[in-house]
């Protein structure tokens, strides 16, 4: 299942968060807030299109057999992707963009190592979901096409580009520019090994497919609503976030039609 191609599209993610970590050579200072506000929406927006139309219509769709109950598992996975995000959450301490309070368990930890887990925190539910969509898409008899994960890949790759620009730039404050790149290239690390793990579990729990899709749609959402969205819309300028959100839905939307 891991041929030249799937490793590809594996990495396409982490290609757009290295893209976005170079910016720290190319900018001055933290990413002006306007800017972020946009970027943050455009992300938000990117997740949610995704988690609808690469992973949640799938897993219906791949349940119609059940009848009145095709809901099942789509709602089941869904719920558990949105649970397991807020226990990883509560339990792994870290530290938000432009926040000064950390979360989760106390410790000792630098504040750009605790803003380097926030963001990998981010990126486990996306490598989840490119993994998920890879194994679908190589199964038999399944509503998921090789085009649509190319989408999804596209897709996050898109949005992490924002996600690499914001933490280099942000961690310049405190380290010099190339560790800034080096930790925000390897946040988006974690996105192709859980990838790799999701996939090689996939291809041995075929009938919980639909599951596996709708977790990994779960996770997304839930980091969509807990910090991307509120981050976008606190303070002045909330609309910018807005706008950046249609942009990135339309996008996506666009990316998965053409390629679906």
Known sequence: ???????????????????GAACVFFLKGAMPPRIQKIL????????????????????????????????????????LGMGFLLAMDQLLPHLHVNATCPEGMKCSWKKNTMMFMAITLHNVPEG?????????????????????????????????????????LNMRENASRTKSFLYGMASGAVEPVSAIIT???AKYVEPFLPYF??????????????????ESAEGEHSNLGTIGFAAGFAIMMILDVALG
């Open 1 to 19: 299942m891991l041929n030249l191609n799937t490793l590809l599209e594996i990495m396409v993610p982490m290609v757009g968060t290295t893209l």
């Open 40 to 79: 943050l929406g455009f992300a938000s927006g990117v997740m949610v299109a995704a988690s609808v139309w690469s992973l949640l219509i799938p897993s219906m769709d791949m349940s119609e057999h059940m009848g009145k109950l095709g809901f099942v598992p789509a709602v089941t996975g869904f719920l």
């Open 128 to 168: 989840c979901a490119v993994g998920v969509i890879l194994a679908g898409a190589a199964m038999e008899n399944s509503s998921v096409t090789v085009a649509g994960a190319l989408a999804l890949s596209l897709g996050i790759a898109i949005q992490n580009f924002p996600e690499g620009a914001i933490i280099s």
């Open 199 to 201: 996939l090689m579990l």
């Open 213 to 230: 899709l709708s977790f990994a749609a779960g996770a997304m959402i839930y980091v969509v609503v807990e910090e991307l969205i509120p």
